[in-house]
């Protein structure tokens, strides 16, 4: 096990001013400047803020808001620079091994010889999956993406290492390396099971980009050797992938970390997040732009409609939230795909158009102007391609990579002193505090009984009460539907009318208009009858249809032949009080309404 290491900031001092914010009271609130080890970029300190002034700071997506301070990776996006640690990421992918570069990002410095025998050891050990993690897999259907996949089964080792304490420097070393070394296996794992093939597990004889492929495209049938083209490749993907600072799924693994969630979790979290087509599938979404352009020929056409912006018609791979030039990782793989395309005797046409489409676009001033630059993505789906990993597989690529990232990052936030639970404000804009005559979706029961009140067009409110032991949920609309409730009674204030109803919990339905009221009954047992039939039941019949008459003309037809079906279903309601064009009967099997 190795400690983990980190950095501060500098704090405002005599060469960086405090900044003041005028307040609309005329008021001023002076604000620490911090300055990051590294890069031109400044920090206001606004932790005090609310509590010194009452204001809150309003950042949609916080695209300007620094959520933590990290030693781990940085990105100067105007100059496309991106360090693990302070190593350029161009340099470890020509000089070191994803294992290297994993300890590096965990550790804080890179191994020494015995460091890294000894953290390939562990790994290795690691990469064996629980069997009842393994019989997860039996249970997804043949077309299940493997990304919901991984979801499950990243989540689910919560429950194998469930005994874990965030707090141990022990257990947060366990629980990194273990993720580090099973998700490239349950990624293998979900890709045999979108195709029906069985399992092949790692080998200690191998390196961790030579298993992944081996886990990928071995058979039990015959003898599988790695193509050292494909490895290298691989282990070029996984360095150039594993972080990327505060993205979204990053940022999805702290907060739900600083919750002190099991790491397990944290990690699916992250996963879920990385599902995303914004996030982490845009190199499949280039291919798919690439096969629509068709030909090189195309290209010219493909641009003048994106600056046109017709519909349907998007420059996928280009431009990032962060990098206002090159991405770095991208010069990297727009030469590894060339190495690897070549090295492989692979001719894909697709990388021709994009050759043409990034030339066409980086001489054209729309692209300059906007800072629209090729990113790690563009290239990277043709790479993978000519390997033999079908795009479904690409976004999970991203996961196992980055899965390094995630846990670096759980592991400094929850080492920190004080550290503390993610808790983002809002600025609300929805509506004033209503005070409506009825609540919404109440749950009722005997100890629980409360007056759920509907104002009726005609009669005035309508109370349903539950009786005995009665329980039942109802959700309440803006009009009023019609429902038979169970071992109820309801009354109409205006006249103190009772209308009696006798119906089976095992299979009542509401009248229910498009929009949707319903009122569902827990219990399967039938009811008796909630009153005696009275001399006022008009009056209650005539507010019921009046309010039949309110939910139609609002929000639609009341649905035909809803049946209250069985033995129990009786009402007692004179069918002169039904308006015209509307009736209610009672049948053989129920009791029947139509519009």
């Known amino acids: ?147 919901a996949i991984m979801v499950a089964v990243i989540g689910a080792l919560s429950s194998v290492f469930s005994e874990l304490d965030p707090s141990n420097e022990i257990h947060r070393w366990l629980a990194s390396t273990r993720l580090i070394a099973k998700v490239p296996v349950l990624a293998c794992m979900a890709y045999k099971t979108s195709i029906g093939q069985p399992f092949m597990y790692p080998r200690a004889d191998l390196s961790f980009a030579e298993n992944f492929l081996y886990m990928m495209f071995a058979t039990p049938m015959e003898e599988y050797r790695v193509n050292p083209v494909s490895a290298k490749a691989i282990n070029a993907f996984m360095i150039l992938h594993m972080d990327h600072e505060q993205n979204a799924s990053t940022s999805t693994v702290r907060i739900a970390g600083s919750s002190q969630a099991n790491p397990y979790a944290c990690i699916a979290a992250g996963v879920a997040s990385l599902w995303g087509p914004a996030h982490g599938g845009a190199n499949e979404a280039v291919i798919n732009m690439l096969e629509q352009i068709g030909s090189k020929d195309n290209v010219a056409q ?130 004033g505090e209503r005070k409506e005559p009825w609540k919404a979706a109440q749950d009722l029961d005997s100890s629980t009984a409360k007056e759920v009140i509907i104002d009726s067009s005609s009669q005035g409110p309508i109370r349903f009460k539950p009786r005995k032991s009665s329980s039942f949920r109802m959700e309440l609309p803006d009009h009023l539907a019609v429902v038979f409730l169970p071992d109820c009674t309801r009354s109409a204030d205006a006249t103190g009318a009772c209308a009696s109803a006798r119906v089976d919990r095992k299979t009542v339905e509401a009248v229910k208009p498009e929009g949707g009221f319903h009122g569902m009954p827990a219990s399967p047992e039938p009811t008796t009858a909630c009153g005696d039939p009275s001399s006022e039941d008009e009056a209650l019949a005539e507010a019921f249809w009046n309010s039949c008459k309110q939910v139609a003309s609002s929000a639609g037809p009341v649905p035909a032949a809803t049946s209250l079906s069985s033995r129990t279903a009786r009402a007692r309601v004179p069918r002169r009080a039904a308006p015209a064009g509307l009736s209610m009967a009672p049948r053989s099997r129920g009791l029947h309404f139509s519009s």
Request: with cysteine; proline share 5%.
């Open 1 to 147: 096990m190795a400690c983990l290491f980190g950095g501060s900031p500098t704090a405002s001092g005599d060469d960086v001013p405090e900044a003041v914010l005028k307040l609309p009271n005329g008021k001023e609130h002076r604000i620490k400047v911090l300055k990051p080890t590294l890069g031109e970029e400044l920090f206001l300190d606004i932790r005090d803020l609310h509590r010194s002034t009452g204001y809150f700071v309003y950042d949609p997506g916080f695209t300007c808001t620094g959520s933590c301070m990290s030693a781990i990776t940085f990105i100067d996006g105007p100059k496309g620079v991106c360090l693990y640690r302070g190593y350029p990421v161009p340099d470890l992918v020509d000089s070191a091994q994803a294992l290297e570069v994993a300890y590096l990002l965990l550790v804080g410095e890179k191994p020494d010889a015995e460091q890294y025998l000894q953290f390939q050891k562990e790994i290795k050990q690691h990469m064996l999956v629980h069997e009842k993690v393994k019989a997860m897999f039996t249970n997804f259907t043949i077309n299940a993406h493997p990304m």
């Open 302 to 431: 493909f641009v003048a409609d994106v600056k046109a912006k017709k519909e349907g018609v998007r420059l996928m791979g280009f431009g990032h939230r962060v990098y206002k030039n090159y991405d770095p990782r991208a010069r990297v793989m727009k030469t590894l795909v060339a190495e690897v395309l070549k090295e492989l005797g692979v001719e894909d046409p697709l990388l021709g158009i994009a050759q043409e489409l990034e030339k066409v676009a980086l001489s054209d001033s729309y692209f300059i102007d906007r800072k629209l630059y090729p990113n790690v993505d563009y290239y990277s789906g043709i790479m993978l391609r000519a390997i033999g990993i079908p795009t479904s597989m690409f976004t999970v690529m991203f996961a196992m990579s980055r899965t390094v990232g995630w846990v670096s990052q759980w592991n400094e936030m929850v080492s920190e002193k004080q550290m503390r639970i993610g808790r983002p404000r809002q600025l609300y804009v929805g509506s």
